[in-house]
């Protein structure tokens, strides 16, 4: 099992520049999510889902659009770029329901908006 | 929501001292509470975790308590090694299918 790959692993955009996150499990999972980390801010939950064609907003919702057409997949979507969103990204899958049980993370991709 | 307060940021112990980190949390409906541990520049990994039904887990080195009343749960280190140096988060979660995380804790073990 490859488990949760996240890519692009580095990705530097401009202002007002939009782009695709992509995130996809091979362990069957129904719960997928985002996370943005910040230096001192820990994990923040940006949006997740719960099977294929449900998704929901966590905390920082604002700037992000998701969709979940299959199990497998959950891309996160800037449709406009800003240095606010200078992060690092983290998609998560789990066997249960996100807040119940283990969150299997990607490897991270490091997002500079200039 | 849910708000989950970790103490301290940073700490640093000698090799083989013990260490505690404290969260609490705000939501009492709140009944996970995992450990994630994230060396530098790698991806956050599961450590330990407790459910509200159990108020200790042992896990070798590690263990957790949690107190459901106070709303306080921590994580404890013993014989510490510095391969144990890294940033442990605390979280909290429930049946709103939100975990909720600390900010974090650097922990360094000095040789």
């Known amino acids: 099992n490859a488990g949760v790959t996240q890519t692009p692993k580095f990705q530097v955009l401009k202002t007002g520049q939009s782009m695709t996150l992509q995130c996809a499990q091979d362990?069957?999972?129904?719960?997928m999510s985002w996370y943005r980390q910040d230096p001192g801010m820990g994990l923040r939950l940006i949006h997740y889902s719960v099977g294929a064609g449900i998704t929901d907003q966590g905390e920082v919702p604002n700037g992000y659009n998701v969709s979940r057409s299959t199990t497998e997949d959950f891309p996160l979507r800037l449709l406009s770029a800003a240095p606010s969103q200078t992060s690092v990204y983290f998609c998560a899958s789990s066997y249960g329901t996100g807040g119940t049980g283990e969150l299997f993370f990607g490897e991270g991709s490091r997002l500079t908006v200039l | 929501g849910e708000n989950v307060e970790q103490h301290p940021s940073t700490l640093s112990v000698q090799e083989g001292d013990s260490a505690v980190i404290k969260c609490t949390y705000s939501?009492?409906?709140?009944?996970?509470f995992p450990w994630y541990k994230q060396e530098l520049g790698k991806r956050p990994q599961l450590i330990i975790d407790?459910?509200?039904?159990?108020g200790e887990k042992k896990d070798q080195r590690i263990a957790v308590t949690l107190n459901k009343t106070a709303k306080h749960f921590s994580l404890h280190i013993t014989e510490t090694q510095p391969e144990d140096s890294a940033v442990y988060f605390c979280?909290?979660?429930?049946?709103?299918?939100?975990?909720?995380f600390g900010k974090g804790t650097l922990l360094t073990v000095n040789p």
């Open positions: 939501d009492s409906a709140s009944n996970y």
């Open positions: 407790i459910r509200s039904n159990v």
């Open positions: 362990m069957n999972h129904e719960y």
């Open positions: 979280a909290a979660g429930g049946s709103n299918y939100k975990l909720t």
